[in-house]
Protein backbone atom coordinates (compact mmCIF):
# COMPACT_ATOMS: atom_id res chain seq x y z
CA UNK A 1 0.00 0.00 0.00
CA UNK A 2 2.92 2.02 1.19
CA UNK A 3 4.74 1.64 -2.13
CA UNK A 4 1.71 2.22 -4.00
CA UNK A 5 0.98 5.83 -3.03
CA UNK A 6 4.94 6.48 -3.67
CA UNK A 7 4.45 5.33 -7.50
CA UNK A 8 1.26 7.33 -7.51
CA UNK A 9 3.05 10.74 -6.26
CA UNK A 10 6.43 9.75 -7.98
CA UNK A 11 3.70 10.30 -11.37
CA UNK A 12 2.27 12.71 -10.32
CA UNK A 13 5.73 14.53 -9.82
CA UNK A 14 6.95 13.34 -13.11
CA UNK A 15 3.93 14.48 -15.23
CA UNK A 16 3.97 17.87 -13.19
CA UNK A 17 7.55 18.55 -14.11
CA UNK A 18 7.19 17.12 -17.47
CA UNK A 19 4.51 19.88 -18.16
CA UNK A 20 5.69 22.87 -16.04
CA UNK A 21 9.28 22.16 -17.40
CA UNK A 22 10.44 24.84 -19.63
CA UNK A 23 9.30 24.06 -22.93
CA UNK A 24 12.69 24.60 -24.55
CA UNK A 25 14.26 21.93 -22.11
CA UNK A 26 11.63 18.95 -22.81
CA UNK A 27 11.15 17.04 -26.14
CA UNK A 28 8.67 18.54 -28.55
CA UNK A 29 4.78 17.92 -28.22
CA UNK A 30 4.42 14.92 -29.89
CA UNK A 31 2.30 14.81 -33.03
CA UNK A 32 2.26 11.68 -33.96
CA UNK A 33 1.42 8.22 -32.33
CA UNK A 34 5.27 7.24 -32.69
CA UNK A 35 6.73 10.79 -31.32
CA UNK A 36 3.99 9.81 -28.34
CA UNK A 37 5.14 6.65 -27.78
CA UNK A 38 9.17 8.09 -27.55
CA UNK A 39 7.76 10.73 -25.36
CA UNK A 40 6.45 8.31 -23.12
CA UNK A 41 9.30 5.90 -23.01
CA UNK A 42 11.43 8.91 -22.30
CA UNK A 43 9.26 9.91 -19.43
CA UNK A 44 9.14 6.18 -17.93
CA UNK A 45 13.12 5.82 -18.78
CA UNK A 46 13.55 8.96 -16.56
CA UNK A 47 11.49 7.70 -14.08
CA UNK A 48 13.04 4.78 -13.57
CA UNK A 49 16.56 6.40 -13.50
CA UNK A 50 15.48 8.82 -10.80
CA UNK A 51 13.93 6.09 -8.52
CA UNK A 52 17.58 4.64 -8.67
CA UNK A 53 19.26 7.73 -8.53
CA UNK A 54 17.65 8.46 -5.34
CA UNK A 55 17.77 4.65 -3.97
CA UNK A 56 21.02 4.76 -4.61
CA UNK A 57 22.76 7.75 -3.34
CA UNK A 58 20.22 7.90 -0.11
CA UNK A 59 21.49 4.55 0.66
CA UNK A 60 24.76 5.49 -0.11
CA UNK A 61 24.51 9.19 2.43
CA UNK A 62 22.59 7.69 5.12
CA UNK A 63 25.47 4.75 5.25
CA UNK A 64 27.82 7.11 5.69
CA UNK A 65 26.38 9.60 8.17
CA UNK A 66 24.79 6.56 10.72
CA UNK A 67 27.87 4.69 10.26
CA UNK A 68 30.50 6.88 10.21
CA UNK A 69 33.78 5.44 12.68
CA UNK A 70 33.85 8.63 14.54
CA UNK A 71 29.86 7.72 16.20
CA UNK A 72 31.37 4.31 16.74
CA UNK A 73 29.97 2.15 14.47
CA UNK A 74 31.21 -1.51 14.28
CA UNK A 75 31.07 -3.10 10.38
CA UNK A 76 28.82 -5.80 10.12
CA UNK A 77 31.13 -9.09 8.51
CA UNK A 78 29.36 -11.43 6.32
CA UNK A 79 30.24 -13.15 3.05
CA UNK A 80 28.19 -14.83 0.45
CA UNK A 81 24.84 -14.00 1.69
CA UNK A 82 22.79 -15.94 -1.20
CA UNK A 83 19.65 -13.55 -1.02
CA UNK A 84 21.54 -10.42 -1.14
CA UNK A 85 22.78 -11.96 -4.26
CA UNK A 86 20.40 -12.97 -5.53
CA UNK A 87 18.35 -9.87 -5.13
CA UNK A 88 21.24 -7.58 -6.52
CA UNK A 89 20.80 -10.00 -9.77
CA UNK A 90 17.01 -10.51 -10.13
CA UNK A 91 16.11 -6.70 -9.65
CA UNK A 92 18.08 -4.67 -12.41
CA UNK A 93 17.22 -8.03 -14.32
CA UNK A 94 13.73 -7.24 -14.15
CA UNK A 95 14.37 -3.30 -14.45
CA UNK A 96 16.16 -3.90 -17.60
CA UNK A 97 13.23 -5.94 -18.79
CA UNK A 98 10.37 -3.68 -17.99
CA UNK A 99 12.51 -1.08 -20.12
CA UNK A 100 13.42 -3.09 -23.17
CA UNK A 101 9.82 -4.62 -23.60
CA UNK A 102 8.17 -1.29 -24.50
CA UNK A 103 11.22 0.10 -26.27
CA UNK A 104 11.42 -2.74 -28.55
CA UNK A 105 7.79 -2.65 -29.09
CA UNK A 106 8.10 1.29 -30.31
CA UNK A 107 11.21 0.40 -32.41
CA UNK A 108 9.48 -2.26 -34.47
CA UNK A 109 6.76 -0.03 -34.51
CA UNK A 110 9.00 2.90 -36.21
CA UNK A 111 10.33 0.66 -38.73
CA UNK A 112 7.00 -0.69 -39.86
CA UNK A 113 6.34 1.01 -43.32
CA UNK A 114 3.88 -0.99 -44.85
CA UNK A 115 1.06 -0.17 -46.31
CA UNK A 116 1.51 3.48 -46.31
CA UNK A 117 -0.95 5.71 -47.76
CA UNK A 118 0.90 8.34 -49.49
CA UNK A 119 4.86 8.01 -50.75
CA UNK A 120 6.91 10.75 -50.61
CA UNK A 121 10.66 10.59 -51.69
CA UNK A 122 12.77 13.38 -49.85
CA UNK A 123 16.36 13.65 -51.17
CA UNK A 124 18.85 16.17 -49.43
CA UNK A 125 21.37 17.69 -51.52
CA UNK A 126 24.12 20.31 -50.52
CA UNK A 127 22.19 22.08 -48.96
CA UNK A 128 18.35 21.61 -49.18
CA UNK A 129 15.74 18.89 -49.37
CA UNK A 130 14.04 17.76 -53.06
CA UNK A 131 10.66 16.15 -52.57
CA UNK A 132 9.09 13.91 -54.74
CA UNK A 133 5.53 12.83 -54.33
CA UNK A 134 5.99 8.97 -55.92
CA UNK A 135 3.30 6.91 -57.43
CA UNK A 136 2.38 4.36 -54.97
CA UNK A 137 -0.62 2.52 -53.60
CA UNK A 138 -2.67 3.16 -50.37
CA UNK A 139 -5.47 5.80 -49.85
CA UNK A 140 -3.70 8.46 -51.91
CA UNK A 141 -2.43 6.94 -54.46
CA UNK A 142 -2.89 9.03 -57.61
CA UNK A 143 -3.67 12.83 -55.52
CA UNK A 144 0.01 13.82 -56.06
CA UNK A 145 1.84 11.37 -58.14
CA UNK A 146 4.14 13.06 -59.75
CA UNK A 147 4.41 16.76 -57.38
CA UNK A 148 8.32 17.45 -57.28
CA UNK A 149 9.81 20.61 -55.76
CA UNK A 150 13.29 21.52 -54.16
CA UNK A 151 12.56 23.11 -50.63
CA UNK A 152 15.14 26.34 -50.03
CA UNK A 153 16.02 28.20 -46.84
CA UNK A 154 13.98 31.28 -46.83
CA UNK A 155 15.50 33.15 -44.09
CA UNK A 156 16.95 36.39 -45.35
CA UNK A 157 20.53 37.37 -45.34
CA UNK A 158 19.73 40.51 -43.39
CA UNK A 159 19.34 37.81 -40.93
CA UNK A 160 21.75 35.20 -41.03
CA UNK A 161 24.38 38.30 -41.11
CA UNK A 162 22.98 40.27 -37.95
CA UNK A 163 21.59 43.28 -39.88
CA UNK A 164 18.57 42.05 -39.05
CA UNK A 165 16.85 40.87 -36.09
CA UNK A 166 16.50 37.35 -36.28
CA UNK A 167 12.56 35.99 -36.83
CA UNK A 168 11.18 33.28 -34.75
CA UNK A 169 11.62 30.56 -37.15
CA UNK A 170 14.92 32.02 -38.17
CA UNK A 171 16.63 28.92 -40.11
CA UNK A 172 13.64 27.44 -39.81
CA UNK A 173 11.70 28.42 -42.96
CA UNK A 174 11.80 27.34 -46.07
CA UNK A 175 10.10 28.90 -49.72
CA UNK A 176 7.99 25.69 -50.43
CA UNK A 177 7.08 23.36 -47.54
CA UNK A 178 6.59 19.76 -47.57
CA UNK A 179 2.71 18.98 -47.68
CA UNK A 180 1.14 15.87 -46.00
CA UNK A 181 -2.48 15.15 -44.78
CA UNK A 182 -3.10 14.49 -41.39
CA UNK A 183 -4.59 10.98 -40.11
CA UNK A 184 -2.71 9.48 -43.59
CA UNK A 185 0.72 7.12 -43.42
CA UNK A 186 2.92 8.72 -44.94
CA UNK A 187 6.41 6.81 -45.76
CA UNK A 188 9.19 9.07 -46.23
CA UNK A 189 11.92 7.34 -48.71
CA UNK A 190 15.32 8.98 -48.12
CA UNK A 191 18.11 9.80 -50.18
CA UNK A 192 21.05 12.24 -51.26
CA UNK A 193 22.31 13.51 -54.15
CA UNK A 194 25.88 13.97 -52.40
CA UNK A 195 26.60 13.29 -48.96
CA UNK A 196 25.18 11.91 -46.31
CA UNK A 197 22.23 13.74 -44.51
CA UNK A 198 19.54 12.95 -42.40
CA UNK A 199 15.68 14.15 -42.72
CA UNK A 200 14.35 14.63 -38.59
CA UNK A 201 11.38 16.14 -37.48
CA UNK A 202 11.26 16.16 -33.95
CA UNK A 203 7.41 16.36 -33.50
CA UNK A 204 6.94 12.91 -35.36
CA UNK A 205 9.43 10.95 -34.15
CA UNK A 206 11.17 10.72 -37.00
CA UNK A 207 14.97 10.73 -37.76
CA UNK A 208 16.03 8.74 -40.87
CA UNK A 209 19.71 8.81 -42.63
CA UNK A 210 19.69 9.97 -46.32
CA UNK A 211 22.56 8.30 -47.66
CA UNK A 212 23.76 8.66 -51.55
CA UNK A 213 23.07 5.69 -53.68
CA UNK A 214 21.06 3.92 -51.13
CA UNK A 215 16.56 4.25 -49.99
CA UNK A 216 15.99 4.06 -46.77
CA UNK A 217 12.34 4.81 -45.49
CA UNK A 218 10.57 6.00 -42.30
CA UNK A 219 7.07 6.90 -41.93
CA UNK A 220 4.76 9.39 -39.97
CA UNK A 221 0.82 9.90 -39.42
CA UNK A 222 0.20 13.69 -38.20
CA UNK A 223 -2.71 14.03 -35.75
CA UNK A 224 -3.36 17.33 -36.02
CA UNK A 225 -3.18 20.04 -39.06
CA UNK A 226 -0.14 22.43 -38.44
CA UNK A 227 2.99 23.45 -39.41
CA UNK A 228 5.61 21.19 -37.80
CA UNK A 229 9.71 22.45 -38.22
CA UNK A 230 12.84 20.18 -38.79
CA UNK A 231 16.65 20.29 -39.94
CA UNK A 232 19.18 18.30 -41.53
CA UNK A 233 20.55 15.88 -38.69
CA UNK A 234 23.56 14.82 -39.83
CA UNK A 235 26.53 17.08 -40.64
CA UNK A 236 26.48 17.62 -43.84
CA UNK A 237 28.94 20.31 -44.86
CA UNK A 238 29.23 24.20 -44.13
CA UNK A 239 25.61 25.16 -44.74
CA UNK A 240 24.34 22.32 -42.83
CA UNK A 241 22.53 24.52 -40.30
CA UNK A 242 21.13 26.03 -43.88
CA UNK A 243 18.51 23.51 -45.13
CA UNK A 244 15.77 22.93 -42.60
CA UNK A 245 12.77 21.02 -43.20
CA UNK A 246 9.30 22.26 -42.82
CA UNK A 247 6.06 20.15 -42.99
CA UNK A 248 3.10 21.38 -43.47
CA UNK A 249 -0.08 19.03 -42.07
CA UNK A 250 -3.60 19.90 -43.61
CA UNK A 251 -7.38 18.03 -43.53
CA UNK A 252 -7.61 15.62 -46.49
CA UNK A 253 -9.71 18.30 -48.60
CA UNK A 254 -7.01 20.43 -48.68
CA UNK A 255 -4.98 18.28 -49.35
CA UNK A 256 -6.66 17.08 -52.21
CA UNK A 257 -6.81 20.83 -53.35
CA UNK A 258 -3.36 21.90 -52.63
CA UNK A 259 -2.36 18.32 -55.18
CA UNK A 260 -4.62 19.76 -57.83
CA UNK A 261 -3.31 23.04 -57.97
CA UNK A 262 0.29 22.35 -57.54
CA UNK A 263 -0.10 19.78 -60.65
CA UNK A 264 -1.97 22.44 -62.43
CA UNK A 265 1.03 24.60 -61.15
CA UNK A 266 4.17 22.76 -61.76
CA UNK A 267 3.46 22.44 -65.79
CA UNK A 268 3.57 25.76 -67.85
CA UNK A 269 6.53 26.97 -64.94
CA UNK A 270 8.54 23.93 -65.50
CA UNK A 271 8.26 25.27 -69.72
CA UNK A 272 8.79 29.20 -68.63
CA UNK A 273 12.42 27.93 -66.46
CA UNK A 274 13.75 26.02 -68.37
CA UNK A 275 13.44 27.99 -72.23
CA UNK A 276 16.84 29.95 -71.61
CA UNK A 277 18.26 27.09 -70.70
CA UNK A 278 17.62 25.31 -74.15
CA UNK A 279 18.06 21.57 -73.18
CA UNK A 280 16.04 19.77 -74.92
CA UNK A 281 14.57 16.78 -72.31
CA UNK A 282 13.36 19.55 -69.61
CA UNK A 283 9.51 19.62 -70.44
CA UNK A 284 8.73 16.30 -69.09
CA UNK A 285 9.83 15.09 -65.98
CA UNK A 286 10.83 11.34 -66.72
CA UNK A 287 10.28 10.10 -63.10
CA UNK A 288 7.99 7.88 -63.55
CA UNK A 289 10.24 4.53 -63.71
CA UNK A 290 12.44 5.07 -60.39
CA UNK A 291 9.49 6.36 -58.80
CA UNK A 292 7.35 3.21 -59.61
CA UNK A 293 10.63 1.24 -58.81
CA UNK A 294 11.37 2.80 -55.35
CA UNK A 295 7.57 2.51 -54.28
CA UNK A 296 8.30 -1.04 -54.95
CA UNK A 297 11.00 -2.24 -52.90
CA UNK A 298 11.50 -0.23 -49.98
CA UNK A 299 11.39 -2.58 -47.51
CA UNK A 300 15.33 -3.03 -47.76
CA UNK A 301 17.70 -0.74 -48.12
CA UNK A 302 18.15 -0.68 -52.13
CA UNK A 303 21.03 0.31 -54.00
CA UNK A 304 19.95 2.94 -56.29
CA UNK A 305 21.86 3.36 -60.18
CA UNK A 306 23.64 6.14 -60.06
CA UNK A 307 21.67 7.86 -62.77
CA UNK A 308 18.88 7.52 -60.99
CA UNK A 309 20.48 9.43 -57.54
CA UNK A 310 21.84 12.24 -60.14
CA UNK A 311 18.75 13.10 -62.07
CA UNK A 312 18.92 16.24 -60.25
CA UNK A 313 18.67 19.02 -62.66
CA UNK A 314 15.14 19.47 -62.57
CA UNK A 315 13.90 23.14 -62.33
CA UNK A 316 12.29 23.98 -58.48
CA UNK A 317 8.48 24.30 -60.35
CA UNK A 318 6.18 26.84 -59.49
CA UNK A 319 8.28 29.86 -58.38
CA UNK A 320 8.38 32.89 -60.05
CA UNK A 321 10.98 33.62 -62.01
CA UNK A 322 13.54 35.65 -60.16
CA UNK A 323 15.04 39.07 -61.19
CA UNK A 324 18.46 38.18 -62.41
CA UNK A 325 19.97 41.81 -62.80
CA UNK A 326 19.01 42.42 -59.10
CA UNK A 327 20.42 39.77 -57.57
CA UNK A 328 23.17 40.55 -59.41
CA UNK A 329 23.43 44.01 -58.37
CA UNK A 330 23.15 43.09 -54.84
CA UNK A 331 25.63 40.04 -54.49
CA UNK A 332 27.31 39.17 -57.14
CA UNK A 333 28.44 42.21 -58.31
CA UNK A 334 30.86 42.29 -55.21
CA UNK A 335 33.52 40.31 -57.57
CA UNK A 336 32.22 40.12 -60.84
CA UNK A 337 32.16 43.48 -61.74
CA UNK A 338 35.73 44.15 -60.23
CA UNK A 339 37.37 40.91 -61.47
CA UNK A 340 38.00 40.25 -57.85
CA UNK A 341 40.30 37.18 -57.09
CA UNK A 342 40.31 36.10 -60.47
CA UNK A 343 36.53 36.18 -60.64
CA UNK A 344 35.17 37.03 -64.69
CA UNK A 345 34.00 40.36 -64.85
CA UNK A 346 30.56 40.93 -66.68
CA UNK A 347 30.95 42.38 -69.44
CA UNK A 348 34.27 41.15 -70.62
CA UNK A 349 33.82 39.14 -73.33
CA UNK A 350 37.00 37.20 -73.11
CA UNK A 351 37.13 36.51 -70.07
CA UNK A 352 33.48 34.36 -70.48
CA UNK A 353 33.90 32.99 -74.01
CA UNK A 354 35.57 29.89 -73.02
CA UNK A 355 33.35 29.50 -69.77
CA UNK A 356 29.91 30.23 -71.84
CA UNK A 357 31.10 27.32 -73.99
CA UNK A 358 30.35 24.98 -70.95
CA UNK A 359 26.66 25.64 -71.02
CA UNK A 360 24.17 27.55 -69.46
CA UNK A 361 23.29 24.24 -66.89
CA UNK A 362 27.01 23.81 -66.19
CA UNK A 363 27.33 27.16 -65.24
CA UNK A 364 24.15 26.65 -63.71
CA UNK A 365 25.53 24.18 -61.07
CA UNK A 366 28.82 26.34 -60.75
CA UNK A 367 27.47 29.30 -59.55
CA UNK A 368 24.68 27.08 -56.72
CA UNK A 369 27.16 24.77 -55.83
CA UNK A 370 30.85 26.69 -56.11
CA UNK A 371 33.64 26.07 -58.10
CA UNK A 372 37.42 27.21 -57.47
CA UNK A 373 37.44 30.37 -55.70
CA UNK A 374 33.37 31.40 -56.63
CA UNK A 375 31.61 30.39 -53.48
CA UNK A 376 28.34 28.11 -53.63
CA UNK A 377 25.57 30.74 -54.43
CA UNK A 378 28.31 33.81 -53.70
CA UNK A 379 28.75 32.76 -50.42
CA UNK A 380 24.51 33.34 -49.51
CA UNK A 381 23.15 29.86 -49.04
CA UNK A 382 19.69 32.29 -48.41
CA UNK A 383 19.30 32.64 -52.43
CA UNK A 384 17.51 30.03 -54.07
CA UNK A 385 18.37 28.33 -56.78
CA UNK A 386 16.54 29.99 -59.42
CA UNK A 387 17.62 33.85 -58.34
CA UNK A 388 21.23 32.15 -58.69
CA UNK A 389 20.07 31.22 -62.06
CA UNK A 390 18.40 34.09 -63.04
CA UNK A 391 21.43 35.89 -61.99
CA UNK A 392 24.12 33.73 -64.06
CA UNK A 393 21.49 33.83 -66.84
CA UNK A 394 21.66 38.21 -66.75
CA UNK A 395 25.76 38.13 -66.17
CA UNK A 396 26.18 35.69 -69.54
CA UNK A 397 23.83 38.11 -71.47
CA UNK A 398 25.99 40.99 -70.57
CA UNK A 399 28.47 39.27 -71.23
CA UNK A 400 28.11 37.38 -74.92
C1 LIG B 1 33.46 36.20 -53.43
C2 LIG B 1 33.52 36.54 -54.84
C3 LIG B 1 32.40 36.05 -55.73
C4 LIG B 1 31.06 36.30 -55.61
C5 LIG B 1 30.32 37.08 -54.52
C6 LIG B 1 30.44 35.66 -56.74
N1 LIG B 1 31.36 35.05 -57.54
FE1 LIG B 1 31.01 34.02 -59.22
N2 LIG B 1 33.01 33.64 -59.40
C7 LIG B 1 33.99 34.06 -58.55
C8 LIG B 1 35.27 33.59 -59.01
C9 LIG B 1 36.60 33.86 -58.32
C10 LIG B 1 35.02 32.86 -60.20
C11 LIG B 1 36.04 32.14 -61.05
C12 LIG B 1 36.13 30.70 -60.56
C13 LIG B 1 37.12 29.90 -61.39
O1 LIG B 1 36.76 29.53 -62.50
O2 LIG B 1 38.18 29.62 -60.86
C14 LIG B 1 33.61 32.92 -60.43
C15 LIG B 1 32.96 32.32 -61.48
C16 LIG B 1 31.62 32.37 -61.73
C17 LIG B 1 30.95 31.76 -62.84
C18 LIG B 1 31.62 30.95 -63.92
C19 LIG B 1 31.72 29.53 -63.52
C20 LIG B 1 32.43 28.70 -64.56
O3 LIG B 1 32.08 27.52 -64.66
O4 LIG B 1 33.30 29.18 -65.26
C21 LIG B 1 29.62 32.03 -62.74
C22 LIG B 1 28.51 31.57 -63.67
C23 LIG B 1 29.45 32.80 -61.53
N3 LIG B 1 30.67 33.00 -60.93
C24 LIG B 1 28.23 33.25 -61.08
C25 LIG B 1 28.07 34.00 -59.92
C26 LIG B 1 26.79 34.42 -59.43
C27 LIG B 1 25.45 34.16 -60.10
C28 LIG B 1 27.01 35.10 -58.30
C29 LIG B 1 25.99 35.79 -57.40
C30 LIG B 1 24.94 34.96 -56.89
C31 LIG B 1 28.45 35.09 -58.06
N4 LIG B 1 29.04 34.41 -59.06
C32 LIG B 1 29.06 35.69 -56.96
C33 LIG B 1 33.80 34.84 -57.42
C34 LIG B 1 32.59 35.28 -56.93
CU1 LIG C 1 22.34 17.93 -44.83
Same mark, same amino acid.
Not at 122 to 133: D, H, I, L, N, P
Not at 143 to 154: A, E, H, P, R, T
Not at 342 to 367: C, F, N, S, Y
Given at each position: MKRQAFGAAMSALLAGAATSVRADLNLQTPQTPIAAQIYDLHLLIMGVCVVIFIGVFGMMFYSILKHRKSVGHKAAHFHENTTVEVIWTVVPFLILMGMAYPATKTVIAMK?????DLTIKATGYQWKWGYEYVKGEG????????IQFYSNLKTSLDEIQNQAPKGENYLLDVDEPLVVPVGKKVRILTTANDVIHAFWVPAFGVKQDAIPGFIRDTWFKVDQPGTYRGQ???? !???????MPIVVIAMEQAEFKAWADKRKVAAAPAQTATDAPVGSGDAAAMPTEAPAAEAAAAPEAPMQVAAAETKKADKPAAGGAKADGAKVYNG? !????HAAGVAGAPKVGDKAAWKARIAQGQATLHEHAIKGIRAMPAKGGNPALSDDEVKAAVDYMVAQSK
Amino acid at each position: MKRQAFGAAMSALLAGAATSVRADLNLQTPQTPIAAQIYDLHLLIMGVCVVIFIGVFGMMFYSILKHRKSVGHKAAHFHENTTVEVIWTVVPFLILMGMAYPATKTVIAMKDTSNPDLTIKATGYQWKWGYEYVKGEGDLAGVSDGIQFYSNLKTSLDEIQNQAPKGENYLLDVDEPLVVPVGKKVRILTTANDVIHAFWVPAFGVKQDAIPGFIRDTWFKVDQPGTYRGQCAEL !CGKEHGFMPIVVIAMEQAEFKAWADKRKVAAAPAQTATDAPVGSGDAAAMPTEAPAAEAAAAPEAPMQVAAAETKKADKPAAGGAKADGAKVYNGI !CVACHAAGVAGAPKVGDKAAWKARIAQGQATLHEHAIKGIRAMPAKGGNPALSDDEVKAAVDYMVAQSK
